[in-house]
């Protein structure tokens, strides 16, 4: 058995801008990584950097369908996990988003990973809100002395 992390918002913009926040790299660069070697698509390897926490990431994207899924898999909490990013409209100005990722073990280091990684995702949606609500990022002013 695996442990399984879910986490579920509403974001108050239209589909189509919360996918191209996620998959442009210029714009995933305004609330997530500080850095993107690339746009999101399927079968490539892309590198996210975080200047906050001195780390880079190399996702494999292994699908894109436009406004609806994105599917990655990575190591961000230390082992192997796939992540699928869920898109649907409420109506035509709000976004439901669910993100899954697994891969843990259920023993006390998979549980641990996991709740790190709800913790990370729950983050990314609230930074993601931030940006495309207001424009600001709010990653902005962390440091690796904060982590």
């Known amino acids: 058995m695996e442990v399984q992390v879910r986490v579920v918002d509403r974001v108050l913009e239209p589909v189509a801008d919360v996918f191209d926040a996620i998959v442009d790299p210029d714009k995933i660069t305004k609330f997530f990584a500080s850095g993107s070697s690339g746009p999101m698509a399927p079968g490539k390897t892309i ?38 990013i869920r898109l649907e409209p409420y109506d035509a100005q709000s ?8 891969g843990w073990s259920m023993d006390e280091a998979g549980v ?32 690796r002395e904060a982590h």
Request: hydrophobic share 40%; with cysteine; glycine share 8%.
């Open 47 to 84: 590198t996210w950097t975080f200047a906050d926490v001195g780390r880079a990431i190399s996702p494999e994207v292994l699908a894109v369908e436009k406004d609806r899924h994105i599917a990655f898999a990575w190591n961000a909490s230390g082992e192997k996990a796939r992540v699928d």
């Open 95 to 102: 976004t439901r988003i669910t993100i899954t990722e697994d």
């Open 112 to 143: 641990e990973r996991a709740l790190g990684q709800t913790q990370g995702w729950t983050d990314f949606i609230c930074c993601m809100k931030g940006y495309l609500r207001f424009g600001v990022n709010l990653r902005e002013g962390r440091t």
